[in-house]
């Protein structure tokens, strides 16, 4: 007997944030419109998103948070093009995202061709 595979497409960030600026803050709508209307809304305008409509977080609910972000490589790449765009140290880009200087180096070493 064959199993079907079930490929994991990855989170729909538009339809996720869209729900819930519908319902929790729709006062905000306006200003993640512009980030909405993309085709593709990537982790990064995720993130834009996140902090657009939860400005002011603790430092244990970020640490809560961070804890349970999850990357796919098209993400690690991005982020990794980002800071090589914007000429970002390691300590700089993980500082940026929230996320440890070892993930970075460690992404770099992986993704990076020598």
Known sequence: MKKNKIHF?????????????????????????????????????????????????TIGNERINQKHKSYQEEDIREILSYQKLHNLSNSQIALKFKMSRNTVTRWKRIFTPE
């Open 9 to 57: 497409k990855g989170v729909d960030y538009k339809a996720l944030y869209t729900d819930l600026i519908k319902k929790k803050c729709p006062d905000k709508m306006g200003l993640c419109e512009g980030i909405l209307k993309k085709e593709h809304v990537s982790v990064l305008d995720a993130i834009k998103l996140n902090d657009i409509l939860f400005p002011q977080q």
